[in-house]
């Protein structure tokens, strides 16, 4: 046995070579060589194969968290904003009872369209105060337009159109009238407005100024459009489906199927078509309307005078107009006592013209006055 300086033997040296020969991964040199476990090498292979999955995964979650956070930080709010106006205007027509069941599926589909022109634009705003801002202005006009319509159908029956705001600085007038018609259903259409006031106060603390890329205003683009032609693209299609033409979204000369037209398209979308009609259709007359009416009027041949003419010549004329009231109540009696006595007694005494009716739409208080005062 021969005994190396530093105390090795050579049986130590072979002793010791054969156990680290025998751990996996553990190699000799060309002299000794050492048949490694091919199983313990597999398992090797298999769990660093393991770990690189899990680290990919782990890095692949964490992209897709962050950005799932920053879609819901974009869209949350034009999302919430759009259930909310599909349930509002579904309970308009429900609580008014405008033809509420039949074309509930139209009405859904229009509410989701124009709120993809509505809400989402905010999107695109880089700060979160203009967002917010953004969002507060359109649902306070969509608030408006709720609490106004609401508010009149239950008083007249009928709608407000674009029209209508030529009168607006005559509201002050009716404010004895609009409290009878208050309700707490009202209140509903106020929860927008605290949902985004809730929103900046409480969630937009976490969120952060951020401006979207390229790449992400073009998909938030793509994805808008397809909502929106799949919105109204489904209103169309049933509406052509249903009745055979689409007319009847667009054609308010119809004043009688107002309540149809509402109860399809949703009362906001019906008042921003009144609003678009109003203000892109002329309210002049052309020259080829003044040239017709011209010429009519030097081919006019007026009737000839009857015995009537000239009756009140010299003399007071007392012009009364009785809102919301028809001829009906004249002579009519109920267990023989008259419903209108004096008016009954008048009609007797004067000149009472019982086949005159308003030429103008449903026959509204301000078509009669026009038409009495021009007769």
């Known amino acids: 046995m021969q005994v190396r300086p530093d105390g090795?033997?050579?049986?130590?040296?072979?002793?010791?070579?054969?156990?680290?020969?025998?751990?996996?991964?553990?190699?000799?040199?060309?002299?000794?060589?050492?048949?490694?476990?091919?199983?313990?090498?597999?398992?090797?292979?298999?769990?660093?194969?393991?770990?690189?999955?899990?680290?990919?995964?782990?890095?692949?979650?964490?992209?897709?968290?962050?950005?799932?956070?920053?879609?819901?930080?974009?869209?949350?709010?034009?999302?919430?904003?759009?259930?909310?106006?599909?349930?509002?205007?579904?309970?308009?027509?429900?609580?008014?009872?405008?033809?509420w069941g039949s074309f509930i599926l139209s009405c859904v589909a229009a509410s989701i369209g124009l709120s993809v022109v509505l809400f989402f634009p905010a999107v695109f705003f880089a700060q979160r105060n203009s967002r917010y801002l953004y969002s507060f202005l359109i649902s306070l006009l969509i608030c408006l337009i709720f609490i106004s319509q609401f508010l009149y159908y239950r008083y007249s029956g009928g709608f407000l159109q674009a029209s209508s705001l030529a009168y607006s600085d005559q509201a002050i007038d009716l404010v004895s009238t609009i409290k009878t018609l208050l309700t707490y259903k009202l209140l509903f259409f106020v929860v927008p407005l605290l949902v985004i006031v809730g929103g900046y106060f409480l969630i937009g603390a976490e969120e952060k100024n951020g401006k979207l890329f390229v790449r992400e205003k073009i998909t938030i683009c793509f994805l808008m459009l397809i909502i929106f032609c799949g919105g109204y693209g489904t209103l169309l299609i049933s509406e052509q489906f249903t009745f055979g033409s689409i007319g009847g979204l667009y054609n308010e000369s119809d004043m009688f199927n107002l309540s149809s037209l509402v109860a399809k398209v949703g009362i906001v979308n019906f008042y921003l078509e009144s609003l678009a009609q109003y203000t892109l259709e002329p309210r002049t007359a052309s020259p080829a309307d003044l040239a017709f009416l011209t010429q009519w009027a030097k081919g006019r041949v007026l009737p000839p005078h009857g015995s009537d003419f000239g009756l009140l010549k010299g003399k007071n004329l007392i012009f009364i107009q009785v809102e919301s009231l028809e001829n009906w109540v004249i002579g009519y009696t109920i267990n023989g006592i008259e419903v209108a006595p004096n008016l009954t007694k008048l009609s007797k005494e004067g000149t009472y013209f019982m086949n005159y009716y308003s030429q103008d739409g449903e026959g509204n208080t301000a078509d009669a006055e026009f038409s009495t005062q021009n007769s």
């Not at 033997?9 to 002299?31: A, Y």
């Not at 050492?34 to 769990?47: C, G, M, S, T, Y």
């Not at 999955?53 to 949350?76: D, H, Q």
């Open 8 to 99: 090795e033997t050579d049986i130590t040296r072979r002793f010791g070579r054969r156990i680290l020969g025998s751990i996996p991964g553990r190699g000799t040199n060309s002299h000794y060589p050492v048949q490694l476990n091919r199983e313990a090498l597999k398992w090797r292979k298999l769990v660093r194969y393991l770990k690189g999955c899990l680290t990919i995964s782990k890095g692949i979650t964490i992209y897709l968290l962050m950005k799932f956070k920053r879609t819901v930080e974009i869209v949350w709010l034009p999302t919430v904003l759009t259930i909310l106006l599909i349930v509002e205007t579904l309970l308009f027509n429900w609580w008014l009872d405008i033809a």
